[in-house]
């Protein structure tokens, strides 16, 4: 029968051909050779009716195999972009990229190592996740200080905007180090000002203070774009380095095997940034920094 052709017999072994005489067992339906069952006087598999067996045909069992194992992975590769597509921080990823009109599968390797803590001891799911990244080329840029072994990349918004940048990062000591070294770069001018103003005539010691020397200088004219060039330069790479030290501080207080949806919250609130933190953190340097230049007034 060529049902059966091919088959090996489960009662002796043999291949079942197209000529061979066989029988089926009508309880489990499991073939035999005529010869083979007349001489054995019942089914190879008796014993296994009592618990319902049903025989299956080998090439059958591959087929079925097949359909299942091909079913299995048309799941796993629709569980598996319902999972990216889910994925607040991998959809907004992308999206960025759909805005840019940059293929998806450009960025597959990118994809690939999301989770590699491949950046100064973190991975890319933990900056997104901390710094609410929407740009994938500020990841590029990152990876690239890495590569490179470099601390130098420019970003201008960090030279023009500080230290306000800093704070909006919620990067608070060096916005607060910037806000000083403002503070010190304008100190000529501040006391250019007091020497000739009528209200800071009884400041008696500031007509020992060659200010309009002090203003003139050559460098302390530069350094407020020095201090610009330094910060758009540099910031990115420090910026980094902190925020590294900072998302291993968070991570530290979790189990490896507990890095769930509340570890990557934790990183979001600690790090994402903020308008209204920047608003409160350049009130109180500020405050600060009237303090000190009154305290220096009453000093002189």
Known sequence: MALYSGIKSPCCDKEFSDGDDIVVCPQCGTPHHRDCYAAKGECVNRRL?????????PIENAIRGYIAAEELQRRYIEDREKEVENDERLKSFFEALDRMGLPRDHFEETRKRFDERDIYGVSEREITSFQG??????????????????????????????PFYQ??????TAGILLCFLIFLIN???VLEFIAVNPVFSNLNALSAINVSLLKNSVILES??????????LFYDYFYLRWMAKRIIEIRSKYSEENLSENYYSELAAKGNPSFLQMLLDSLISSILLAMLFAGMLYVI
């Open 49 to 57: 009716h009592e618990i319902g067996y049903i025989w299956k045909s």
């Open 133 to 162: 990244i929407s740009n994938p080329l500020l990841l590029v840029r990152y990876r690239k200080l890495v590569k490179s072994k470099s601390k130098v990349s420019l970003n201008l918004l960090a030279g023009f905007l500080l």
């Open 167 to 172: 704070f909006y990062n919620r990067h608070r």
């Open 187 to 189: 100190i000529p001018s």
């Open 223 to 232: 350094l407020p774009l020095i201090l610009f060039m330094l910060c758009s």
